[in-house]
């Protein structure tokens, strides 16, 4: 997953039964598993949604084996109203345990359910949500008016508020699935349709194959008035579902998976299983999550797949390109090998990253991608990692609200680093042949991180849980100390030792790595050396070369360098003649220094003043988001006008070469970087930035180019007076197009201005854009006034939880506050957290509430080198 109000009044109306013999403590365990004594082995669902009033009738027969007598059958059920149970044919006594999230069985009056497969008849109704949790509608509009598509999303443990079913990862089982729905509208599903019946004068009801065994949060059902596009590959055919009119945009997509699944098949040894793959777009978002991978019916968020060419932006293809390459990954990492719990959902996701990082690159060698990772994902990871809210790769999961909290940076960035390392410790060659062992042993099972780790090992002939366990199974980034490097007769020796990387005083803490580190030659095609580091104590090593030597050559080691001061200075110098990655990985290393205190912030900005106007734009991309940051860091600063007037002087240089208007010759980067400056000029000011945007849109939307659209519209609305706020709302009230609609909205949202940023939060509280749209304005107004965000928030919360997805809630409101830079706004993010939320859910705000301190601390330490940096 590239990541939940219920039926509060609903349920009031349910058939209870009360079982006073009936014990539920015993099946509220602490990580919140049902009992292992009994297991599903297939489930046959028929379901029959109202789209109109919002709520659907359900059935189903489930298939159980039960391997020791039980008195009472534990399964999931949320939200969800059974009409009657059987089993084996007879009816049975229930009850459901709304804060376990369980339903439980009598097996009969007074024994006990044998040994051996028995049959249970469930019927129920439930609710179809508004956002996207279970079974979930989508509103929007097109040329025919406004439209409803109903569709599923079950990660991590929504499944249950779909059916009754034993709703975690290790309990695999097979389904069939069947949906009566209006005669016009296309239904869909994991598997192909197997059979359609009319049912009445307007319905059909449509049934589906049978899936392989799967994991229950992988199951989708989908309906709506929608077309599909698909093409054949090998055997598998690949799908596009769109609104109706919109399939073409879907081509780039298809024509990816195409390339995407015929490099998988190869890489992993075990081609894909299914028979079809569709990828669905769904005209909204989430704040959250932008796909999921469901086995055979993968849903995208439409911005995720379609390129629209009126209103995409050039870098929308390597989103999509990347965002494909990694659901499909998830095919074989998550739906054909599962993580047994998940405590190891790194095994999804952070495979499925780097899976994704690989192909997009080795696809595209012209994105450069390898540079891109150093420059975004994995410095994503370091910066939460060198903090003492981390925690490590794997981690201990219980609770709902824990196991969506686990859908983080770490799992995803710090694993795709993490395994990028231990491919290049090892060898790709090795590391691939490992993964397929993997892949082979494991198809339709559930597994452990440790049954991959004895898989690489295996393949590669070295033990690779020694060294990859330091770095799963805790927190934290190595810091490798380079000494000043000596060269005599001809041999260059280099004292290394491994810290602890720290961005808040209770990251300095003493921890122990076995580091791989690589030491190459700087700008030279000479093969590195890798040794071993671990622990404080200096060790000398000889490096491979009588020249310069570079730490960490390709950047393929999860860790930071400090060099020594000539070293740190000699590297400055020959930075441009280092291999791209390098010189990424070097910025950022110095940037990452200064902020922990390791380096100075002078001897940081001295470095961007080397950095050539005509450098390669990724590299210049990187400079202009640390520019960004310091100007984030100057909010309210009498500082800050300097440093803006300062720093419009290098930026602008840069967009005015590359232009507005793109070229059929930009690189990828190049359309990135115009994509970053355009925004960033606007905000910072720049008074001809601000009056080119506005001329663009008083022209008319469509005279704006696609591939500037989003950052014409980011100026306007940053800079929008109430004339213009106003404008822009119309606009978006009027527009028939979903992407477009959600543009014109993000962009009001936008505003600098405190009041009219109070203005669109009360129009979040409105019915006049959709559930998502609306949380997505409360979530953009906070990146420019988080204090007025997060405390309007608290103040509004139970409307504002009304539409945000339950599992979500625990971090949507403290997350608001993120950006923030002030100890009382910290002080009332730990008051509300204390107040709304359960222990063991605050996790997400304890980050926040660390990196407030932290932004507050940053203020303080960069603000004079920034002085002295506008006033040279």
């Given at each position: 997953m590239f990541k939940k109000s219920r039926l509060k009044s609903f349920l009031r109306h349910a058939p209870v039964l009360l079982l006073p013999a009936m014990a539920t403590a015993a099946f509220a365990n602490p990580d919140g598993r049902l009992p292992e004594d009994i297991k599903p082995l297939h489930y046959d669902i028929s379901v029959q949604p109202n789209a109109k009033d919002l709520i659907f009738s359900g059935r189903e027969k489930i298939t159980i084996n039960v391997q020791a007598p039980e008195h009472v059958i534990a399964m999931n059920a949320a939200d969800l109203v059974i009409d009657d149970i059987t089993l084996d044919g007879k009816k049975v006594e229930w009850k459901l345990d709304a804060p376990a999230q369980q339903l439980l069985i009598n097996t009969s009056d007074n024994g006990t359910i044998q040994v051996g497969q028995h049959e249970l008849t469930i019927n129920y109704r439930g609710r179809i949500n508004q956002s996207s949790a279970g079974l979930f509608a989508v509103d929007y509009q097109d040329n025919d008016g406004p439209q409803r598509m109903l569709v599923t999303q079950f990660e991590p443990a929504d499944a249950r508020y779909f059916a009754p079913m034993w709703d975690q990862p290790d309990d695999k089982a097979t389904f069939t699935m069947a949906v009566t729905a209006p005669a016009d509208e296309l239904a869909f599903s994991n598997m192909p349709v197997v059979a359609t019946e009319k049912n009445g004068s307007d319905l059909v009801t449509t049934r589906f194959a049978e899936t392989p065994k799967m994991s229950s949060y992988l199951l989708f059902l989908g309906v709506g008035k929608l077309d599909r596009k698909a093409v054949k590959v090998g055997d598998t055919e690949i799908g596009i579902i769109t609104r109706r009119g919109a399939t073409d945009q879907g081509d780039y997509a298809l024509n990816a998976a195409s390339q995407i699944l015929t490099y998988y098949n190869n890489y992993f040894g075990t081609p894909y299983p299914l028979p079809k793959m569709d990828m669905i777009a769904v005209p909204s978002s989430s704040q959250f999550f932008s796909a999921m991978e469901n086995w055979g019916a993968i849903m995208y968020f439409d911005r995720a797949v379609l390129f629209d060419p009126k209103r995409s932006p050039e870098s929308a293809h390597q989103t999509i390109f990347n965002v494909v390459a990694h659901e499909m990954a998830h095919q074989w990492f998550g739906d054909l090998v599962t993580m047994q719990w998940w405590?190891?959902?790194?095994?999804?996701?952070?495979?499925?990253?780097?899976?994704?990082?690989?192909?997009?690159?080795?696809?595209?060698?012209?994105?450069?991608?390898?540079?891109?990772?150093v420059a975004y994902a994995r410095q994503a990871a370091f910066s939460m990692d060198a903090k003492s809210t981390t925690h490590p790769i794997i981690q201990h999961v219980g609770t709902v609200d824990e196991i969506d909290q686990a859908f983080d940076t770490i799992t995803y960035s710090k694993g795709q680093a993490v395994i990028r390392m231990i491919e290049a410790a090892i060898g790709p060659d090795q590391f691939r042949d490992g993964l397929r062992q993997y892949m082979a042993a494991n198809r339709y099972n559930n597994t452990t991180t440790d049954d991959l780790w004895k898989a690489l090992s295996q393949a590669s002939g070295k033990d690779v849980k020694s060294f990859a366990d330091s770095f799963t199974l805790q927190g934290g980034v190595p810091l490798i100390r380079a000494s000043e490097p000596i060269t005599a007769g001809g041999i260059t020796r280099i004292n290394l030792a491994q810290d602890r990387f720290a961005l808040?005083?209770?990251?300095?803490?003493?921890?122990?790595?076995?580091?791989?580190?690589?030491?190459?030659?700087?700008?030279?095609?000479?093969?590195?050396?890798?040794?071993?580091?671990?622990?404080?104590?200096?060790?000398?090593?000889?490096?491979?070369?009588?020249?310069?030597?570079?730490?960490?050559?390709?950047?393929?080691?999860?860790?930071?360098?400090?060099?020594?001061?000539?070293?740190?200075?000699?590297?400055?110098?020959?930075?441009?003649?280092?291999?791209?990655?390098?010189?990424?990985?070097?910025?950022?290393?110095?940037?990452?220094?200064?902020?922990?205190?390791?380096?100075?912030?002078?001897?940081?900005l001295a470095l961007l003043g080397q950095i050539s106007p005509d450098s390669d734009p990724l590299l210049l991309n990187v400079v202009s988001d640390q520019i960004a940051s310091f100007d984030g860091r100057l909010d309210h600063s009498p500082v800050q006008a300097a440093f803006r007037q300062k720093a419009i002087a290098r930026l602008k240089p840069q967009l005015t070469r590359i232009g507005w208007a793109s070229s059929v010759s930009d690189s990828t980067a190049t359309s990135d970087l115009r994509e970053s400056l355009i925004p960033l000029l606007g905000k910072m000011g720049d008074k001809e930035t601000i009056d080119t945007a506005q001329r663009y849109l008083n022209n008319g939307l469509d005279s704006i180019p696609a591939s500037i659209r989003e950052a014409v519209l980011q100026v306007v609305g940053y800079n929008a007076d109430n004339e213009m706020w106003e404008k822009l709302r119309d606009m978006a009230k009027k527009e028939k197009d979903p992407s477009g609609q959600r543009q014109l909205y993000h962009a009001l949202a936008a505003t600098n201005n405190k009041e009219l940023a109070r203005k669109t939060l009360e129009l979040a509280l409105t019915d006049e854009a959709n559930a998502p749209t609306r949380a997505a304005l409360i979530s953009i107004v906070a990146r420019n006034h988080p204090d007025l965000a997060f405390n309007w928030a608290v103040d509004h919360r139970e409307k504002v939880n009304a539409f945000i997805e339950e599992t979500a809630r625990a971090r949507f409101i403290a997350n608001l506050a993120l950006t923030g830079d002030n100890m009382t706004l910290a002080g009332q993010v730990k008051t509300y957290a204390q107040k709304y939320l359960p222990q063991r859910s605050r996790q997400s705000a304890q980050r926040v509430i660390n990196q407030i301190t932290y932004n507050s601390v940053q203020r303080h330490l960069v603000e004079p080198a920034l002085k002295r940096w506008s006033n040279q």
């Open positions: 405590d190891d959902l790194w095994l999804n996701e952070g495979f499925a990253s780097w899976m994704a990082s690989k192909v997009t690159g080795d696809l595209n060698p012209g994105w450069n991608v390898p540079a891109q990772t808040d005083p209770a990251s300095h803490t003493s921890r122990s790595w076995i580091v791989p580190v690589a030491i190459g030659a700087a700008g030279q095609q000479k093969a590195a050396t890798t040794v071993t580091v671990s622990g404080p104590t200096y060790q000398t090593v000889q490096a491979p070369v009588d020249s310069l030597p570079i730490i960490n050559p390709g950047q393929f080691g999860y860790y930071r360098t400090l060099y020594a001061p000539q070293h740190f200075k000699d590297l400055s110098d020959k930075l441009p003649s280092l291999p791209l990655s390098d010189q990424v990985g070097f910025i950022s290393d110095s940037m990452a220094l200064a902020s922990g205190g390791y380096e100075s912030f002078d001897q940081h």
